[in-house]
């Protein structure tokens, strides 16, 4: 069931990016190894892709909306499982899960087309240039 629009996933996507960052500090679980580095990495690649998406939020509108939604599927599987991947799960697990949870769900739940709208939006401003 797709129930997030293109535009809503766009804000959940830059607020992701940011509390991956910040999640080793925010959580109190930043050691200095993968624990640490896989969510910072992750979301520094969530805010970087998400300026190249096709959708409302993004900047240069290079990548796919089908094709970001994979990098989030596939993202959010990574750290989901990395703790038990990279050998960190006997010292935290916890955020990694739910956070890799939650970015597989948004991206099965999310359209993979932005609405009418921008595209409406889109189209006048083409014709202007």
């Given at each position: 069931m797709k129930i997030i629009g293109t535009k809503m996933h766009g804000y959940l996507d830059y607020i992701m990016g940011?509390?991956?960052?910040?999640?080793p500090w925010l959580f109190d679980f930043a050691a200095g190894g993968a624990e640490t580095w896989v969510p910072v990495i992750l979301g520094a690649g969530t805010i970087l892709y998400s300026l190249f998406t096709d959708y409302e939020l993004g900047m240069s509108r290079q990548l796919s909306m089908r094709t970001h939604l994979g990098l989030d599927l596939a993202g959010?599987?990574?750290?989901?499982?990395?703790?038990?991947?990279?050998?960190?799960?006997?010292?935290v697990y916890m955020p990694h899960l739910i956070l890799g949870i939650l970015e597989v769900g948004a991206s099965l739940m999310t359209k993979t087309h932005p609405s009418n709208e921008r595209a409406h939006h889109q189209h006048g401003a083409h014709a202007m240039h």
């Amino acid at each position: 069931m797709k129930i997030i629009g293109t535009k809503m996933h766009g804000y959940l996507d830059y607020i992701m990016g940011v509390l991956l960052i910040a999640a080793p500090w925010l959580f109190d679980f930043a050691a200095g190894g993968a624990e640490t580095w896989v969510p910072v990495i992750l979301g520094a690649g969530t805010i970087l892709y998400s300026l190249f998406t096709d959708y409302e939020l993004g900047m240069s509108r290079q990548l796919s909306m089908r094709t970001h939604l994979g990098l989030d599927l596939a993202g959010g599987a990574l750290l989901a499982v990395s703790p038990w991947l990279f050998g960190f799960a006997d010292y935290v697990y916890m955020p990694h899960l739910i956070l890799g949870i939650l970015e597989v769900g948004a991206s099965l739940m999310t359209k993979t087309h932005p609405s009418n709208e921008r595209a409406h939006h889109q189209h006048g401003a083409h014709a202007m240039h």
